[in-house]
């Protein structure tokens, strides 16, 4: 923690980058990145098998093959997402190392950006391992370049909007086990709108509650272009929920991190 209180003057870099330089040093070289990253090929992989072993699929299954396994990606690498930035403060907290990074003459509102920056990482490598299998499911339907061009689009909207709910939760939070708790459980809730029958999603509520939720837009919109070839232009309006959210979540983030302190029960 001293050489980065040192580190503005000395290398006249941005607080932000130093602050992201050393959280993406500690996420990949420490290793949590690696082992999160394993874990996630290999449920790509079950999927993937699971996909391709079944010699009956046709043209339109092959599009749904692709298209499920790149929701699988998506969700869980938003997922990933989610868990690193849940641990950014509240870790620091229950490690006994934010009181040195406050002390550092950083800004806090740097603290935040540079930490979920960090969290970004593992959203983009989650997606590099996710195209060889994208590209072996797809490679006959001539999918392939659109189901990675709206997977990153959805896939870093999602992702966006976890990050900047993560930070929201482990700014608050007093331990990582709460912040990792609470941050999956309104994971769960989020996806909940994606279970819903279709009797449920009739009507202006119904549509309401589906464009609003961000992640049964965004992989509704992935559905749909994949599967039934729509484009940006006709299928784009479910992208708003998912935008919106991302924009919301990382905009309280920033602003809820100038109050930033070492006790959340301490007041002023």
Known sequence: MTTMAKSPARAGRRPWLIVADREIRDLWLGGRGLALLLAYAVVLSVTTYLTATNEALNFLEQREAVSLTLQVAVAIGALLALLAAA???????????????????????AVVIGKG????????????????????????????????????????????????????????????????????????????????????????????????????????????????TRTFAQEGHWLVGPAIAAALTLALALVVSRRLRLDVRSRG
């Open 87 to 109: 641990d950014a403060i509240s870790g620091e907290r229950e490690r006994g190392t934010l009181e040195a990074l406050l002390l550092a003459p950083i800004p806090r509102p």
């Open 117 to 228: 920056l960090a969290a970004v990482t593992l959203w983009l490598a989650a997606f590099v391992v996710a195209v060889p299998y994208v590209w072996y499911l797809g490679r006959g339907v001539g999918v392939v370049r659109t189901a990675l061009l709206n997977g990153f689009l959805v896939g870093s909207l999602l992702s966006l909007a976890m990050i900047g709910l993560g930070l929201l939760i482990s700014t608050f939070a007093e331990s990582n086990r709460v912040s990792l708790s609470v941050s999956v459980f309104a994971l769960l809730a989020l996806f909940a709108p994606t279970q819903l029958p279709s009797s449920a999603q009739r009507g202006w509520f119904g549509d309401l509650l589906l464009r609003g939720d961000p992640f049964t837009a965004g992989l509704r919109y992935l559905g749909r272009t994949i599967i039934n």
